[in-house]
């Protein structure tokens, strides 16, 4: 299970066969009761959900990308004066204290790597 907290998100295009063409790219996120909310320093920004399959013990992250007007993300899609939505959809182990994943968008592939920074104020 992800805690309600602040993540700490990084994210490479995956080829480390080759470092030269190795792209990589950092974000936030939010966790609090299910509801994902996040952003990318390149100005995209994600808004979403996540649950929790008990028998695998791993959270599903499903959420719509926003990326800006002719934003490019690593794996190479550009968005185009018009900006773009992509759906994604993605499972994560809990963090101990990195969980990572792989990705596809577009048909690139796309490393996400989460780290769990720290909870949230109690109210």
Do not use: W
């Amino acid at each position: 299970m992800l805690d309600d907290g602040v993540y700490g998100l990084s994210f490479s295009n995956g080829n480390e066969a080759c470092r030269e063409e190795l792209f990589l790219g950092e974000g936030l996120a939010v966790l609090r009761d299910g509801v994902l909310l996040g952003s990318d320093r390149n100005g995209s920004v994600f808004r979403g959900r996540c649950s929790y399959d008990a028998a695998r013990d791993e959270a599903h992250v499903t959420l719509k990308l926003a990326i800006p007007p002719n934003g490019v993300l690593l794996t190479g899609l550009e968005a185009g004066p018009e900006g773009a939505v992509l759906e994604i959809a993605g499972r994560f182990d809990p963090p101990r204290p990195v969980s990572s994943t792989m990705i596809e968008i577009d048909g690139g592939r796309l490393a996400v790597e989460l780290r769990f920074v720290g909870p949230l104020k109690q109210s």
